[in-house]
């Protein structure tokens, strides 16, 4: 079972009010929301059906002698900015108090142990730093039931297939510093496409790339100017920020798309 990663953008991800302030209530995924993807299956819209995380919820939750979720919380899945294995980040940063789906999607409850990272995190999500949650798990079913050797695909007239998400196996959530589109679009990429994308950046660009994450000053706006206006759907325009759930191997979304459509405008001026 390949392992997938989505995120979301979340308005409302907020530090419960009262007890000791480390408390943290966000959506971890959002429900029947047509989202554009692109990921190791190709390039498709995404569905993620209501009761999804019906039977994983299930197996998760404190039962019999058991009182906690067996669910992993950490940040940014655990990876640095550029998508691979960080030492630091592998420690959880917190425990699900609950989990729990509604009208509008999976809803986590999750109080952020004393820890120097997971202050750090806290800290962000407080001054809104921090807005995006995402989450890793496996797809156990869907409707297509599997894609087409070579992954799906646009057809002639531009239209992509629909991909419903019946079933899905959660393994870990967390808050993310890499949200998707501003209307709640999701995307999927892998940490090794991440590096490699990244890789063939030379090193001036890979510093900006860094600066811009740092700073929030979008990559083609010389003078911070905040861009005109959120990009459309599929991939980022120059100057905005977009991003996946951008994706799987992790959470570097935003930095994969920016990557990704810089690569693309120095392949169009070279035609």
Known sequence: MD??????????????????????????????????????????????????????????????????????????????????????????????????????????????????????????IREGAITGQSFTGGFLRSDPGRSPRGGYRADSGGKLRTVRRQEIALKEYGPTPFPAYPDAAVIGVRAEQAARLLADLPPDERMRLVDMLRTGTPLDSPHGEPPAGPPATGDPTPGSAAEDSPSEGHSARQTIAWAKTRAEIKARRAL
Request: no cysteine.
């Open 3 to 124: 392992a997938f990663m989505r995120s979301f953008p979340l308005e409302d991800i907020r530090v419960r009010a009262g007890g000791d302030g480390r408390t943290v209530e966000a959506y971890a995924a959002v429900f029947d929301t047509p989202t554009e993807i692109h990921d190791q299956d190709g390039h498709y819209l995404e569905v993620i059906e209501r009761r999804a995380f019906e039977r994983t919820l299930n197996q998760l939750a404190p039962a019999g002698s058991r009182s906690t979720w067996r669910v992993g919380v950490f940040y940014n899945h655990g990876r640095t900015l550029w998508g691979t294995p960080s030492e630091r980040g592998s420690m959880p940063i917190g425990t699900p108090v609950e989990i729990k789906t509604d009208s509008r999607g999976l809803l986590t409850v999750t109080r952020y142990n004393k820890t120097e990272l997971a202050d750090e995190v806290l800290e962000n």
